[in-house]
């Protein structure tokens, strides 16, 4: 059974820092490219940073380059999103997504993220 479980979401000042988790199972997690989306209320999903299988190659949105940083722990089979600088404009559910050109496409529940300003 695939899973794909987000953590670490929560309430944070303007300015403050998270870290995301997502712990995945249940597929060859390495083989993957990984993805962090999120979307805000009234808002269309927004891809914000991804990281391709074996870590070599990471790509951002423009609003969140230079704050944010994926990394990945094949080991761990888990992806992380670490969330610096954050602003009210940052509050959204964030969504963890696994994909391959094969058409696997799988994706977390979502952790909700909160920036008070």
């Known amino acids: 059974q695939v899973q794909l479980v987000e953590s670490g979401g929560g309430l944070v000042q303007s300015g403050g820092s998270l870290r995301l988790s997502c712990a995945a199972s249940?597929?060859?997690?390495?083989?993957?490219?990984m993805y962090w989306y999120r979307q805000a209320p009234r808002q269309e999903r927004e891809l914000v940073a991804r990281?391709?299988?074996?870590?070599?190659?990471?790509g951002y949105s423009d609003s969140v380059a230079g704050r944010f940083t994926i990394s990945r722990d094949d080991g761990k089979n888990t992806v992380y999103l670490q969330m610096n600088s954050l602003k009210s404009e940052d509050t959204a559910v964030y969504y963890c997504?696994?994909?391959?050109?094969?058409?696997?496409?799988?994706w977390g529940q979502g952790t909700q993220v909160t920036v008070s300003s």
């Open positions: 249940g597929f060859f997690f390495r083989i993957y490219d």
């Open positions: 997504n696994a994909w391959r050109n094969n058409g696997n496409d799988y």
């Open positions: 990281i391709s299988s074996g870590g070599g190659s990471t």
